[in-house]
């Protein structure tokens, strides 16, 4: 189990790649995001996206499940307070195959909750070509092993 004190300023988690099926594009357009372009191949060949094109929302689930699998899953975490900025800078595309990582911005201890410690991170995504389809900045709050303790 990774507490705080394993995220130093600099620590990298690499993403395994996943593929952006069709089918789940459309039916995460369905429930969360149904605007044309993210419903229909044809749709989206006429809009800017060039293609039927993942939600910006999608990409942001699919990021936030290769975090869960990357880190979150084997760290003692406590949640997030929030998200400081979320960025789509490419379309993704049906086809399109998704990886990146997320590195270590900077660590402290929680001055009202010396037990918890505050990490940011950067994610990025990228897509098959190593084009940057996304950037996420976050903290996560992380128990630390022993209370008070710094990285």
């Not at 429930?31 to 060039?50: N, R, V, Y």
């Not at 929680?110 to 098959?128: C, F, H």
Request: proline letters at 4%; glycine letters at 8%; hydrophobic letters at 40%.
């Amino acid at each position: 189990m990774l507490h705080f004190e394993d995220f130093p300023a600099g620590k990298r988690f690499d993403f395994k790649p996943v593929e952006v099926k069709a089918d789940d594009v459309i039916a995460f357009a369905r429930e969360f995001d149904p605007q044309p372009m993210h419903l229909s191949q044809e749709a989206g060949k006429e809009s800017i996206l060039g293609g039927l094109a993942a939600s910006g929302w999608h990409t942001s689930a699919l990021m936030m499940r290769a975090l869960c699998d990357s880190y979150i899953h084997e760290t003692a975490s406590e949640g997030s307070p929030g998200v400081d900025s979320m960025e789509w800078k490419k379309a993704v595309l049906a086809g399109d195959t998704l990886s990146g990582s997320c590195t270590v911005i900077e660590a402290r201890v929680s001055r009202s909750r010396p037990e918890i410690g505050i990490v940011k991170l950067r994610a990025v995504v990228t897509n098959q070509r190593g084009e940057t389809v996304a950037i996420c900045d976050y903290a996560n709050m992380i128990r630390c092993h022993k209370a008070g303790d710094t990285a």
